[in-house]
């Protein structure tokens, strides 16, 4: 871990009852950020909390999101007071073709990756704007977005979806000091996608790799202490893979 660098920072982490929304409110309050924990979990998020406190001496608040729902958002966005920092995490996958995606199976996706996503980051937004001073918004989205992947067309729509908002906002929201980016994670081990890479097509899938292996969630910390911090403050709009060259490996 690097010095604490977001102290009296204030930082709002979506999906955060696990995986890498768990991850990422740890990082942060180990760089002395502030956290509120935002997911539908209550009881994985007030279990964070108290690990945070204990483990980095920083305040911890739990807040029930559900980022599909915009009075939920709107009443968790109030709840969490003045951010200066939101890591829009929140976000589903289901394995599923092109021609076999439902149109229930497409509203479930882009209602979580795309939708949420937009809401969480517009109404964080105005309150920066409103506030008069800047911030920071770190969208979650995937090399997924930037590529295509068999079996996985609405995630893939979705998270492409995510790619241009950043852009999209960061070419508007610039004027008033809130930068905007996001982090394209490659394939990381999750709850979503464990079977998969432990499977001999996610073993075959690994060696297309570069770096010959899927990351280790630690592999995202530098790049999120960028993207939160003075460190990015000249970037803005900037997708940035992690993913151990995958997006440019040889066809």
């Known amino acids: 871990m690097i010095d604490r660098q977001l102290v009296a920072r204030r930082a709002l982490v979506t999906g955060a009852s696990s995986g890498l929304g768990r991850h990422f409110a740890r990082v942060l309050a180990g760089a002395g950020a502030q ?37 939920s958002v709107r009443s968790a966005v109030e709840q969490a007071g003045d951010i200066d920092i939101l890591v829009n995490n929140a976000g589903v996958s289901k394995a599923v073709g092109i021609l076999d995606c439902e149109e229930a199976d497409f509203d479930f996706i882009m209602d979580a990756n795309l939708r949420g996503a937009f809401l969480v980051a517009t109404a964080t937004a105005r309150g920066m704007r409103d506030r008069g001073k800047g911030g920071a918004i770190v969208n979650v989205a995937s090399i997924l977005g ?65 770096q010959r292996r899927f990351g280790e969630f630690e592999d995202l910390d530098g790049p999120l202490l960028l993207l939160c911090s003075d460190a990015s403050r000249y970037m803005t709009g900037v997708v940035i893979p992690v993913d151990g060259g995958h997006v440019v490996s040889s066809l």
């Open 35 to 71: 956290v509120v924990l935002a997911a539908r979990r209550q009881d994985a998020l007030e279990q964070l909390a108290g690990e945070i406190v204990r483990d980095f001496g920083v305040a911890a608040v739990p807040v029930a999101l559900d980022v599909t729902d915009g009075e």
């Open 146 to 210: 930037l590529r295509q992947g068999g079996q996985l067309a609405a995630y893939a729509m979705s998270k492409a979806g995510v790619v241009q908002m950043t852009r999209q906002m960061g070419l508007e929201l610039a004027r008033y000091g809130i930068r905007v980016n996001a982090l394209a994670p490659g394939y990381f081990a999750t709850a979503m996608n464990n079977d998969f890479l432990a499977s001999p097509a996610g073993e075959a899938l690994a060696k297309r790799i570069p």
